[in-house]
Protein backbone atom coordinates (compact mmCIF):
# COMPACT_ATOMS: atom_id res chain seq x y z
CA UNK A 1 0.00 0.00 0.00
CA UNK A 2 1.19 3.45 -0.39
CA UNK A 3 1.98 5.69 2.05
CA UNK A 4 -0.62 7.81 3.58
CA UNK A 5 -0.71 10.54 5.66
CA UNK A 6 -2.02 9.11 9.42
CA UNK A 7 -5.43 9.85 10.29
CA UNK A 8 -8.40 9.60 12.57
CA UNK A 9 -12.00 8.42 12.26
CA UNK A 10 -14.63 8.55 14.91
CA UNK A 11 -17.60 6.38 14.23
CA UNK A 12 -20.65 5.73 16.84
CA UNK A 13 -21.74 2.32 17.60
CA UNK A 14 -25.63 1.63 17.80
CA UNK A 15 -27.51 -0.39 20.68
CA UNK A 16 -27.48 -3.29 18.70
CA UNK A 17 -23.83 -3.41 18.40
CA UNK A 18 -23.80 -1.84 14.50
CA UNK A 19 -21.29 1.09 13.28
CA UNK A 20 -21.11 2.65 9.58
CA UNK A 21 -17.16 2.39 8.31
CA UNK A 22 -16.11 5.67 7.32
CA UNK A 23 -15.86 6.73 3.88
CA UNK A 24 -12.28 7.48 3.84
CA UNK A 25 -11.43 4.22 5.47
CA UNK A 26 -13.67 1.85 2.99
CA UNK A 27 -11.95 3.80 -0.03
CA UNK A 28 -8.37 3.12 1.53
CA UNK A 29 -9.62 -0.56 1.84
CA UNK A 30 -11.41 -0.60 -1.04
CA UNK A 31 -14.41 -1.97 0.25
CA UNK A 32 -17.93 -1.85 -0.68
CA UNK A 33 -21.47 -2.93 0.51
CA UNK A 34 -21.74 -6.90 0.72
CA UNK A 35 -17.92 -6.98 1.24
CA UNK A 36 -16.00 -9.05 4.20
CA UNK A 37 -13.76 -7.33 6.68
CA UNK A 38 -10.83 -9.34 8.36
CA UNK A 39 -10.79 -8.03 12.07
CA UNK A 40 -7.18 -9.00 13.76
CA UNK A 41 -7.01 -8.01 17.53
CA UNK A 42 -3.21 -7.51 18.47
CA UNK A 43 -1.87 -8.20 21.87
CA UNK A 44 -1.58 -4.70 22.82
CA UNK A 45 -5.47 -4.44 21.96
CA UNK A 46 -4.46 -2.99 18.91
CA UNK A 47 -7.50 -4.15 16.07
CA UNK A 48 -6.44 -4.07 12.32
CA UNK A 49 -9.18 -3.94 9.69
CA UNK A 50 -8.73 -5.58 6.57
CA UNK A 51 -10.41 -6.63 3.33
CA UNK A 52 -11.37 -9.94 3.63
CA UNK A 53 -9.91 -12.13 0.80
CA UNK A 54 -11.98 -14.98 0.16
CA UNK A 55 -9.99 -18.37 -1.55
CA UNK A 56 -12.14 -20.60 -3.66
CA UNK A 57 -12.30 -24.27 -2.16
CA UNK A 58 -11.74 -25.45 -5.51
Given amino acids: MKDIEKKVCVATLSQKGLTTI ?4 REILKIA ?20 LLVSAE
Fill in 22 to 25: PKEV
Fill in 33 to 52: AGDRILFTIENDGTVVLKKA
